[in-house]
């Protein structure tokens, strides 16, 4: 049985980048030893700024196909894509 080879799963993450994993956007704010990211839900606000390791954040990405939607830097503040 062959393995499916997942589309961005080896991605490195970067300040700026946004991610679609289903119903929601995940924004990278800050990266260093923990991961700084904001989460918007398809039908709501962007929620405040969540933290987390980044090998926790690639196993999410990972698990929910995550596809990246937007990988240049941005301006704080930048309002997530509308799908």
Do not use: F
């Amino acid at each position: 049985m062959q393995q499916r080879t997942r589309k961005n799963s080896n991605r490195v993450l970067a300040i700026g980048q946004i991610w679609k994993a289903k119903d929601k956007h995940i924004q990278i704010v800050e990266l260093g030893e923990t991961i700084h990211y904001r989460m918007q839900h398809k039908s709501g606000p962007m929620r405040k700024t969540q933290t987390t390791l980044p090998e926790t954040m690639r196993d999410y990405l990972k698990t929910h196909d995550a596809q990246l939607v937007d990988a240049a830097p941005i301006a704080d503040g930048r309002p997530m894509p509308a799908t």
